[in-house]
């Protein structure tokens, strides 16, 4: 099998920032060619979908279920690109049930959190299915080669060009590099990678480049919200008290709950095969500990079927479950980047070839899907012309 591949440019992560960064390229490079390397078996990152092989028929969107565009700058780039996707009926704007739940275990249905703080639109196929459509849109002259599963290890900048290694031994050259996740930057790649030096700083040294030590610095600052989903595959009998027909429903909780119950929010999702399944996030961090150290995951998924009638013990809207539903947990790598934001004066490193975007970026977006995709836009519109 062959292991060396040539491209014009190579983007790492299969975020949907990458996917907008790609999407957009392609329509204004169509002669060029581009590799996407991705470390999770398809495109959406933080906002995919996990299709089970166990339970036929499930799609469950286990990180982000919607997504929320505030835009209170009316930036027209990003304006523009909502609409797009509106307009391409990628998306739908969501008018599923949001129910904030209040120290007295009551639903309030009128308050604002950072996740409904603009407006919410909804995939009309999976979040992931939205990351591929997002790409496919402009890949008609099939331009841009996949490679999931695929996790890099190494980065070398040597005579204008850039040199790439997976672990599975595969080796990139290209002549530009786009990093929209930023594991190789961050010090958190040591641990993950098991290596004694951050990738980027490896390729290019201090003093080589002000940009890039700049975002090196900003990076070391940087810390990520770490979280754990729990994915639960209801009986065929579950469903809810009422007759609520929508595809998704939404429950946050306050502080003082999510510290009882250790849960963040929760997201009812109505399957293909009108099953309902739920998807419970926790970025509480004495109950990761809990999973982490736990030496029996039985009894741990017994601590959230526990968790879980305890707090919707008098609820209206929904039943209990049972201790036979199926509960799979998973542990995000990379979450939702905290603290420091990098500045958006820092995308781009003519000198060295290499680009970045993502949620990590400064602005309303940051740590949101909304500064995935403004970053991406704004950074695609950069060097295009540079490109070409």
Partial sequence: MKSDFTYDLVIIGGGISSCVFASKYLKNNIT????????????????????????????????????????????????????????????????????????????????KSKFTCGVNYLSLDSMSQLSQKIIESNNLKGKI?????TLIVDLMFKNKEWLITSKNGHKFKSKYLI???NL????????????????????????????????????DKQSFIPRLT?????????????????????????????????????????????????????????????????????????????????????????NKLTFDDEISIMKWRASQPSGIAVPLSLQFSKKYRIGFC????????????EGSILSALILEKKISDLIK
């Fill in 230 to 318: 729990f994915l639960i595959y209801t009986n065929r009998n579950y469903s809810y008290k009422d007759f609520y027909s929508k595809k998704q429903r939404y429950f946050y909780l306050g502080k003082n709950l999510e510290k009882k119950y250790k849960f963040e929010r929760i997201i009812f999702q109505l399957q293909e095969n009108n099953k309902l399944g739920i998807v419970v996030h926790t970025k509480n961090i004495d109950f990761i500990n809990s999973f982490i150290n736990s030496k029996n995951e039985e009894v741990f998924k017994q601590k959230i079927t526990t968790n879980f009638n305890k707090l919707f013990e008098n609820n209206f809207i929904v």
């Fill in 179 to 181: 990093c929209s996740s």
């Fill in 358 to 369: 993502g949620d990590w970026f400064e602005g309303e977006g940051f740590g949101r899907i």
């Fill in 32 to 111: 060029k060619k581009i590799a996407l390397i991705e470390i999770g078996r398809g495109l959406g990152g933080r906002s995919s979908t996990r299709i089970s092989k166990r339970f036929k028929g499930w799609k469950l969107n286990h990180g982000a279920p919607n997504f929320n565009i505030s835009n209170s700058k009316n930036n027209l780039l990003l304006k523009n690109y909502i609409d797009e996707l509106m307009q391409n009926k990628f998306i739908k704007i969501d008018d599923s049930d949001i129910c904030f739940l209040n120290e007295d275990l009551n639903s309030e249905t009128q308050k």
């Fill in 184 to 219: 190789l930057l961050h010090k958190r790649s040591l641990k993950i990678l098991n290596i004694n030096q951050i990738p980027l700083r490896k390729a290019i040294p201090i003093n080589y480049d002000k940009k890039i030590d700049s975002i090196l610095n900003f990076l």
């Fill in 145 to 149: 080669d996949f490679y999931f599963e």
